[in-house]
Structures are given as structure tokens and as C-alpha cells.
């Protein structure tokens, strides 16, 4: 029953691309079944049953794997439908500021982008806490850093029960909301739903996925179902299914809402559309080269394939919001994404878990407002992830949920003066806390890299967990980062120091956040890159 459920799974996904089939040992099965019966003619009445037994397994499995399961469903807003516009949420993941054209990036075409910023106001430096997915979308969404709103580690922690999010203010003022998402980090269960009307995170497999709880983890059976089930394809959604979802969600609006889109598309395994990847060969030699060209440069040019693709998804969702809304007069955009991506930077290789390099740090930032008001400029001074939910409230013209550690950036956007923090006026607080971190195997033995950093305008320093711990210094200039020795500068890297203390010291901690890692998502982020699932 269990092989027939994972071949009626194989055959249910196949079609729509989801996977490759697994059931190929079935099939041979099923040919030496038939070759027994054929020198056997006794068997066949044994045959013939046990062939309906599985072809009633089969349709079942089928059955149970090919409906979808319900999204995360509240009731519908009441009250007086608010006067404020539209505010729109894009979150592209994995993508770094510097590959893109508004920042300087070549080697690729991004038309919907180009003339998304000609529209909007520019952030040239937005500053990602982590460079991980959950912790930053719990940022964006709280405006508060990890220690703060509690989700550290993927897996593991969750959004803490006390933090109060974006869109529960938008909810709270009558506005619709909406939110559709492409990857396990984000699952409803780790707190990203409240506040949101429709909470769509389903993937496609996730009715393989249950099958992963079957048994404790270390059961060889329910080792094998992660293995041959849950494959890095299932535990993503593509761009085009996000849209869909959303593209119906608009289609019945009838008041203002608060949407949130998240694409997935360029974190890897890199495996763009053939279409786009034979587009960034054609202009790979205009592109800027991998830090590590030997070890990356393949895996970079993929990942501009897949932005030119997830380019052409701004465009049609763009085309559906001027559809509603002509002109985008009553529409405010923020185009950003969580973190950025390493391609040899800091000898990280074709990776962001374990950095605070400004290849994972550094993200784009694009804010469109009413109107097109502010089009074409730009902010030079330094933005945070946490400033984004006060700046989306106040677009809307309401309160930011309590405690906020950013500040609402209209004013500096204006010409005002730039932004001044509570929490971080002196230096931007940066933490990778994934728990794999904690245990990493190394010839000479077991270290824990997990890190924190500090970063300035002109410094960033970043020491790891250990004890006693490795201290990194970076000069941040125009033309890009530099790492120094500390002990080359032993006054400023005892500043820093002494500011990261008093920052970690001086943070509100969340409690309560803590979850058990089921076997099912130890498979699902696995096969993502972010957990050793040991069995």
C-alpha cells in the first residue's frame, strides 16, 4: 500500500512537472509479476486480485494526492470599507541588490523593473537582518529584529505568540488581506497568518509530505518516504502558481487591501526556464563575474536567468493592479527581498545561510506610492528591514503595530532628514542563527559559526558564537566591502565589539518561540539547504 501511494503520487505530480517519477520499481514490479503469471497459469486468480488490491490503492492514493488542501481562511472584513489605497507587499527571495539593473547590475533585462523604479522611489541601501527567509518576512512584517519577534531559526522557532503583525493593523482598520507564499519557511504554523483574510501556503507536496509523519524519524520506512517523496521541487511553489493564486484574489476585491506576494523562483537549485537561461548566455559577457568564477560563475548566471523570470511576473502583476486600479493613483508597491545570495563572497559558495557578507545583506528596495508621487528618486541614506512595516502603515496612514524598532521612512523619502533609529542609531544589528550553524563539522572538530554583526556606515564587524569567538572586520566603501584584520585596527574593532554587547544586551528578547522540528519539515527544509535531516 505504501509503494502503491508513493507511484499514485509519482503519476498525480509527474504530469504537472512536480517531480521526476519514482515509480519505475513498481513498474519493473509489476512486469515480473506478469512474466510469473504467464509460466504460472495457477497464480493468475492470486495475480489478478493483488493486481485490483493495487489499482484500488493506487485510485485512492490518487485521490488523496491530487486534492488540495484548504488555505488558511478568516472571516471576511467588516465595518466601513477604509479611504486609504491598495499597499502591496513583493518579496522577492534570495535576490541581492547588486545583480539587479536599477543598482548596477549587467547581464541581464528586467523591463518591469526598469519601469517599476522610473515610477517609484529608490532605496539604494536596505539592509537585511539575516540572511535567512523566515527571520527577515518576520521582520518585514514586525518591524522588529529576530531576538525581538522570536522566529531565529528556521525549523525551530516560531513568530512569538505576543508579536503583533502588519497586517493584523490593516485588518484591524477594515482593509482586506491576503497573503500567497512559495516555500516552507513561511508555512502558516510559524505565525505569519495573523491578520491575514487568506493565508495561501499550500505546496505541491504537501499530501506527499504528510506521508512523512508516518512512524518516528528514525524508522527506516519513514526515512525512505522522505527521501523518495519530498523532493526540492515540492518544497517551492513557481512564480506562475503564486500569481495565479493572486490573480483570482484581485478579480473579487471589493475594498482596499493589504497583498503579500512571495517569490521563490531565484533561490536555488537554480533550474530557470530554457528560454530565459539561453537569454543570460546571450548576455553573459556583459555581466560582472562571480567573486568565485570557477566554483559560482555557473550557478550566477542561472540565478539572472531566474530574475529575468521572476522580471517578467512583475510585469503581469503589475498589468493586473493598473487593471483595478488605472494609473496605480490608489496603489503603493514595495518591491524588496529578505536576503541576497553569496557567489564566492567571504568564501561562501553559491550560498546565504552562513553569511553577513553584503552580497546576503544588501537587498533591493523599490516603493511605489499613490500616484506615482516621488518618481524617480532615491534615498542614499542607510534603510533597515525593520523600518518596512512602519513605512507601509503610515502609507496607509495608520499606527504601526506596538514596540516598533524602525522608524517610518516618508519623511527622509520627502528630503527630510535621514532616518534615526531608538534601537540602532549607532550601528544596524545583523544575526545567522540557523541551529545547523551551531554544529558544524570541521577536520578539527565540531564549531559553533552561528554569527552576529554590527554594521555602520563605514564598518561592519561580525563575531561567531564560539567561544572564545572568531572576530571578522570589514571596511564598507563605495566600491564594495573589504575585509581588514581586527588586529590592524584594534581601536575600532573594540568599539564595535563593545557596541554589538551593548546592542544584544539592550534588545527586548521574545518568549515563548520555541517549536519541535517535525520529521516532515526537517524533509521539506532539507531539501532546501537549511537542515541536515540526519533520519
Known sequence: LAAGSAWAADLVRAPAGLAEPAAWPFLAGAVLILAGV??????????????????????????????????????????????????????WDTVRADVLPPWGGRGLETPALDA?????????????????????HATLLSGLVPPSHGLRSMGTTV????????????????????????????????????????????????????????????????????????HHRDAQLPGEVVLGRARRFLAAAERPFFLWLHFFDAHGPHDPAPEWE????????????????????????????????????????????????????????????????????????????????EATQRVPAILHLPGDRLAGSSLAATAFQVDVAATLAAVA??????????????????????????????????????????????????????LRGIRTDAWKLV???????????????????????????????TRLRRLLAATVAGLPRAAGAERAMSAADSAELGALGYVEDDG
Open 38 to 91: 504467464r509460466r504460472c497459469p495457477g497464480s493468475r486468480s492470486l495475480a489478478a486480485a493483488g493486481a485490483g488490491a493495487t489499482l484500488a490503492a493506487g485510485l485512492l492514493a490518487a485521490l488523496w494526492f491530487g486534492r488540495e488542501r484548504d488555505p488558511v481562511l478568516l472571516p471576511p472584513p467588516v465595518g466601513p470599507i477604509p479611504d486609504g489605497p491598495d499597499v502591496v507587499l513583493v518579496t
Open 397 to 450: 496612514g495608520l499606527e504601526p503595530p506596538p514596540g516598533q524598532q524602525g522608524v517610518d521612512l516618508l519623511p527622509a523619502l520627502a528630503g527630510g532628514p535621514p532616518p534615526t533609529r531608538r534601537f540602532f542609531a549607532e550601528g544596524l544589528y545583523l544575526e545567522a542563527w540557523q541551529e545547523r550553524l551551531a554544529r558544524v563539522r570541521r577536520p578539527d572538530g565540531i564549531h559553533d559559526e552561528r
Open 159 to 230: 513568530i512569538a505568540p505576543e508579536v503583533r503583525l502588519l497586517p493584523e493593523v490593516f485588518r484591524a482598520a477594515g482593509y482586506d488581506t491576503a497573503a500567497f507564499v512559495a516555500a516552507p519557511p513561511l508555512r502558516a504554523k510559524n505565525g505569519f497568518a495573523r491578520g491575514f483574510r487568506i493565508y495561501d501556503d499550500r505546496l505541491r507536496g504537501d499530501r506527499a509530505r504528510d506521508l512523512t509523519e508516518i512512524g518516528p524519524r528514525e524508522m527506516l520506512f519513514a526515512r525512505w518516504l522522505r527521501e523518495k517523496v519530498v
Open 278 to 357: 539561453a537569454r543570460a548566455r546571450a548576455l553573459a559577457d556583459e555581466a560582472a563575474p562571480a567573486a568565485d568564477p570557477e566554483a559560482c560563475g555557473e550557478d550566477l548566471l542561472l540565478y539572472r536567468a531566474e530574475i529575468m523570470e521572476l522580471d517578467r511576473l512583475l510585469g503581469e502583476l503589475l498589468a493586473l493592479l493598473e487593471e483595478r486600479d488605472p494609473g496605480l493613483a490608489r496603489t503603493a508597491l514595495l518591491l524588496t527581498a529578505d536576503h541576497g545570495q553569496c557567489f564566492g563572497e567571504g568564501g561562501y559558495r553559491s550560498t546565504h545561510t552562513p553569511s553577513l557578507m
Open 116 to 136: 517599476l523604479t522610473a515610477r517609484s522611489v529608490r532605496l539604494d541601501e536596505l539592509i537585511a537582518v539575516a540572511p535567512i527567509t523566515g527571520p527577515t
Open 463 to 493: 563575531e561567531s558564537a564560539a567561544e572564545p569567538p572568531v572576530v571578522r572586520l570589514f571596511r564598507l566603501l563605495p566600491e564594495g566591502e573589504t575585509e581588514v584584520a581586527p588586529e590592524s585596527f584594534p581601536e575600532e574593532t
